[in-house]
């Protein structure tokens, strides 16, 4: 079955939410759900959340469908300085693949149609965090053409987890 990817649309915010969740503690919950795991998936990733972005004219959310399923989504917003490249503005702020679907094409999809709203909207490559220890996302990264640029710190409860910030390729002469 072929990979749909569109903008998401008001009635996407409950799938994208649970999708997100699912992910999110796939990859980031490996020794079980703390307090601090559970308060933030719960405050997080809520459909209200992702209505919200879906309404705010800086950001973008583009989902990946199978049939009448959601196997993945993309959240870009523009505006928002890189942390260690302040020329750059705008960040993936998310790009999440259900992991029966990871390594099927559905992520280079989605950051290739993300890269070229970027690109079309403010001539600029892209930046994201991931995290540190995230091996399978930052090799993604690197193979799609992004670069390490530094780090920063993801701030859970009284916790740091260290995330590296990557930019992408740099967007086509015109």
Not at 8 to 27: P, S
Request: aromatic share 10%; glycine share 8%.
């Amino acid at each position: 079955m072929q990979t749909v990817i569109r903008s998401a649309q008001h009635e996407d915010a409950a799938r994208i939410a649970v999708l997100a969740t699912q992910v999110w503690l796939h990859t980031y919950a490996t020794e079980g759900i703390s307090a601090e795991i559970a308060d933030y998936t719960r405050s997080e990733f809520t459909p209200d959340k992702y209505l919200a972005i879906q309404n705010d004219v800086w950001a973008h959310i583009w989902v990946a469908e199978r049939g009448a399923h959601l196997i993945g989504f993309a959240v870009l917003h523009m505006g928002v300085p890189c942390p260690t490249r302040a020329s750059t503005l705008a960040e993936l702020q998310t790009l999440y693949v259900q992991a029966h679907f990871v390594g099927q094409g559905v992520g280079r999809q989605l950051l290739t149609v993300a890269e070229k709203w970027a690109f079309d909207l403010a001539g600029m490559p892209l930046w994201l965090t991931v995290n540190a220890h995230n091996a399978q996302a930052i090799g993604f990264y690197m193979r799609q053409g992004f670069t390490k640029q530094g780090t920063t710190d993801f701030v859970l409860g009284d916790q740091r987890h260290e995330n590296l910030v990557l930019i992408g390729r740099t967007p086509p002469c015109t």
